[in-house]
């Protein structure tokens, strides 16, 4: 008889095959700039049949991130964007319809993968005003839970949890056995980490990608940090060879370039200044303190302004519906400063 899992048939998920080439991207969190181009022809130019040939090899790269993090290799496993780490961190720490606890909104895919390998996903909903209340939280940590799920910053709120507030939830979960996954794919965007409970603890899993700031969404490269035990139990997942050569040499060039890295904040910085200066000047209220996007509530329905953004103007951005109490608003990446005079320019025009 033909088998069709059940978990997979009823599974909701929508898949966008839009070309955006041709666009100005300010919906799905990229660099829109990208990395400069001499640096992207300088990185190519070492590319050498070899490379392509081979089996990438990841052990070389994954020594350089350990001295650029200041661990060693036993607290990191490689993996094809973080997405592909949160995905083992849940099939390897929790079981059939156990409980995962995480806030929504949030990065999408947890509550796929949740779904995929029948768990019981408990969501902890943000407030009217788009705070998160830490005591939702440690109110639905049961002791049948089995694992957390944070962002810092999260993606689409833009909040952060502080020290103190990180170090009670810890507690919380440390007294009821509970594994933390802390999801810091717009860390570079925000200065604050957790990565030393990762580094130095246990239980305690931290996630990123080299898609946000690091502009190589179309590489696929993100990494977890763990405790070296936790840290095995995610690479027994890996398929061989799941990260790719590209990704990899293109990863450490960002890492080891004097400035590259200080360049990309510098620009980003400067980027989410100015906007935030002429929203503010223009009478638009706006959320997200941290992370490299905004949710920007319009004077008219938000959905006719991005349809026109893109048929007028060739700019994508988002809507999001029921945004606490900015209701319907827009979604927009940031990114430096001629691009967001681009979407400023444009919103001015539209939103009438």
Same mark, same amino acid.
């Given at each position: 008889?033909?088998?069709?899992?059940?978990?997979?048939?009823?599974?909701?998920?929508?898949?966008?095959?839009?070309?955006?080439?041709?666009?100005?991207?300010?919906?799905?969190?990229?660099?829109?700039?990208?990395?400069?181009?001499?640096?992207?022809?300088?990185?190519?130019?070492?590319?050498?049949?070899?490379?392509?040939?081979?089996?990438?090899?990841?052990?070389?790269?994954?020594?350089?991130?350990?001295?650029?993090?200041?661990?060693?290799?036993?607290?990191?496993?490689?993996?094809?964007?973080?997405?592909?780490?949160?995905?083992?961190?849940?099939?390897?720490?929790?079981?059939?319809?156990?409980?995962?606890?995480?806030?929504?909104?949030?990065?999408?895919?947890?509550?796929?993968?949740?779904?995929?390998?029948?768990?019981?996903?408990?969501?902890?909903?943000?407030?009217?005003?788009?705070?998160?209340?830490?005591?939702?939280?440690?109110?639905?940590?049961?002791?049948?839970?089995?694992?957390?799920?944070?962002?810092?910053?999260?993606?689409?709120?833009?909040?952060?949890?502080?020290?103190?507030?990180?170090?009670?939830?810890?507690?919380?979960?440390?007294?009821?056995?509970?594994?933390?996954?802390?999801?810091?794919?717009?860390?570079?965007?925000?200065?604050?980490?957790?990565?030393?409970?990762?580094?130095?603890?246990?239980?305690?899993?931290?996630?990123?990608?080299?898609?946000?700031?690091?502009?190589?969404?179309?590489?696929?490269?993100?990494?977890?940090?763990?405790?070296?035990?936790?840290?095995?139990?995610?690479?027994?997942?890996?398929?061989?060879?799941?990260?790719?050569?590209?990704?990899?040499?293109?990863?450490?060039?960002?890492?080891?370039?004097?400035?590259?890295?200080?360049?990309?904040?510098?620009?980003?910085?400067?980027? %989410?200044?100015?906007?935030?200066?002429?929203?503010?000047?223009?009478? +638009? $209220?706006?959320? =997200? !303190?941290? #992370?490299?996007? *905004?949710?920007?509530?319009?004077?008219?329905?938000?959905?006719?302004?991005?349809? %026109?953004?893109?048929?007028?103007?060739?700019?994508?951005?988002?809507? +999001? $519906?029921?945004? =606490? !109490?900015? #209701?319907?608003? *827009?979604?927009?990446?940031?990114?430096?400063?001629?691009?967001?005079?681009?979407?400023?320019?444009?919103?001015?025009?539209?939103?009438?």
């Amino acid at each position: 008889m033909y088998y069709l899992n059940p978990k997979v048939e009823n599974l909701y998920r929508i898949f966008d095959q839009n070309e955006r080439k041709d666009y100005l991207r300010l919906d799905l969190n990229e660099n829109p700039g990208g990395l400069p181009e001499d640096f992207i022809r300088s990185v190519l130019a070492d590319v050498t049949p070899q490379l392509v040939a081979q089996y990438p090899e990841t052990l070389h790269f994954t020594e350089v991130l350990a001295d650029y993090l200041g661990t060693d290799i036993a607290h990191l496993c490689l993996v094809n964007g973080s997405a592909e780490g949160i995905r083992y961190v849940i099939q390897a720490f929790t079981g059939e319809g156990g409980r995962i606890v995480g806030v929504v909104p949030s990065y999408f895919m947890f509550q796929v993968y949740s779904e995929m390998y029948g768990r019981d996903f408990v969501k902890v909903p943000y407030n009217e005003d788009l705070s998160m209340d830490i005591g939702k939280i440690l109110d639905a940590l049961t002791e049948d839970t089995q694992l957390l799920i944070l962002l810092n910053p999260n993606n689409p709120m833009g909040n952060v949890y502080t020290d103190e507030e990180f170090e009670t939830i810890l507690a919380a979960a440390q007294e009821k056995q509970i594994t933390i996954l802390v999801d810091e794919a717009y860390h570079y965007f925000y200065p604050k980490t957790f990565i030393r409970y990762a580094l130095e603890g246990e239980h305690v899993f931290i996630t990123r990608t080299f898609s946000k700031l690091f502009s190589m969404a179309g590489c696929r490269l993100g990494y977890v940090a763990g405790w070296p035990e936790g840290i095995r139990m995610v690479q027994k997942m890996c398929t061989p060879h799941n990260t790719n050569a590209f990704a990899m040499k293109f990863a450490e060039a960002v890492l080891t370039t004097p400035g590259m890295l200080d360049g990309l904040i510098g620009r980003f910085r400067e980027g %989410r200044s100015w906007l935030i200066s002429w929203l503010d000047a223009n009478g +638009y $209220p706006h959320k =997200g !303190e941290a #992370g490299n996007f *905004l949710f920007i509530k319009p004077r008219t329905p938000a959905q006719r302004i991005v349809d %026109r953004m893109k048929a007028e103007k060739k700019i994508l951005i988002k809507t +999001y $519906p029921g945004v =606490g !109490e900015f #209701g319907d608003c *827009l979604r927009v990446s940031i990114g430096e400063r001629r691009y967001m005079e681009r979407f400023t320019e444009a919103l001015a025009e539209l939103d009438r």
